[in-house]
């Protein structure tokens, strides 16, 4: 079965510290893949995905992501985190399984909370 | 583009009661998807359009809850009676027609969202 994870719930870092927020993935087709934020009471922003190409993909905000296919994951990662990061952060995938349909599968969510 | 538009922003209202909800998605984008986000459940979709037809209702949860998209700029999310298990943050996403690399527009755009309170 195609499935997206976020094995942790909360994410903390330190303010200018690097962080690092997991995904990984099942899927029976190419693996297209998204992340996405949301800040509180605001709707999902797309960050950035990964089609094919480049295994680093650079996104909005000075977040990146890279895609791991032997490891099946698609981490997102910043340099170095900033207070306004703070926010919940999901991940997901493009569902094969749906045939034309073109639903995502998506994780949990993660939230990132980045202390001053 | 203002983006993917929904009203309204927040709905308090009592068990029993009908609730519509609206959608504007995109200019030019041909899909539009519903979901619902509890702490509980996290983000589930609920039903999605692809050139005003539905593809696929399969994640809405009962007969009470009914979606509509009588043209290309327009949806409707409809819940009636209203019960206060509904009550969750209900957002709409708009998609661009399928174009180029595969894969390359599948990039959901989200509104702002609909905070539902049943009480």
């Known amino acids: 079965a195609q499935s997206v994870a976020q094995p942790e719930d909360q994410v903390n870092v330190a303010e200018g510290n690097p962080l690092t927020v997991k995904c990984t993935y099942s899927?029976?087709?190419?693996?297209?893949l998204f992340w996405y934020v949301q800040y509180p009471n605001r709707g999902l922003q797309f960050l950035l995905k990964?089609?094919?190409?480049d295994n680093l993909v650079k996104g909005s905000y000075g977040f990146e992501a890279e895609f791991n296919k032997s490891q099946t994951s698609f981490h997102l990662k910043k340099p170095s985190a900033l207070v306004s990061d703070s926010a919940l952060y999901f991940c997901?995938?493009?569902?094969?399984?749906?045939?034309?349909?073109?639903?995502?599968?998506w994780g949990l969510g993660t939230s990132l909370a980045v202390n001053p | 583009d203002a983006g993917v538009i929904q009203s309204p922003r927040h709905e308090v209202t009592e068990m029993g009661q009908e609730v519509t909800l609206r959608c504007k998605p995109i200019?030019?984008?041909?899909?539009l998807f519903w979901y619902r986000q509890t702490m509980m459940r996290g983000l589930e979709l609920l039903i999605y359009?692809?050139?005003?037809?539905?593809?696929?209702d399969s994640g809405m949860p009962e007969d009470r809850f009914s979606a509509k998209m009588p043209n290309a700029s327009f949806s409707t999310l409809k819940i009636q009676p209203s019960e206060p298990r509904d009550s969750a943050v209900y957002f709409c996403?708009?998609?661009?027609?399928?174009?180029?690399?595969?894969?390359?527009?599948?990039?959901?755009?989200f509104g702002p969202g609909t905070r539902l309170t049943v009480l």
């Open positions: 990964y089609i094919t190409g």
């Open positions: 997901a995938v493009r569902d094969w399984e749906a045939g034309n349909n073109r639903k995502l599968i």
């Open positions: 996403a708009s998609l661009e027609p399928r174009s180029g690399l595969a894969g390359s527009t599948d990039t959901q755009y």
């Open positions: 899927v029976s087709g190419n693996p297209y």
């Open positions: 200019s030019g984008h041909n899909s």
């Open positions: 359009f692809n050139n005003n037809v539905p593809i696929d």
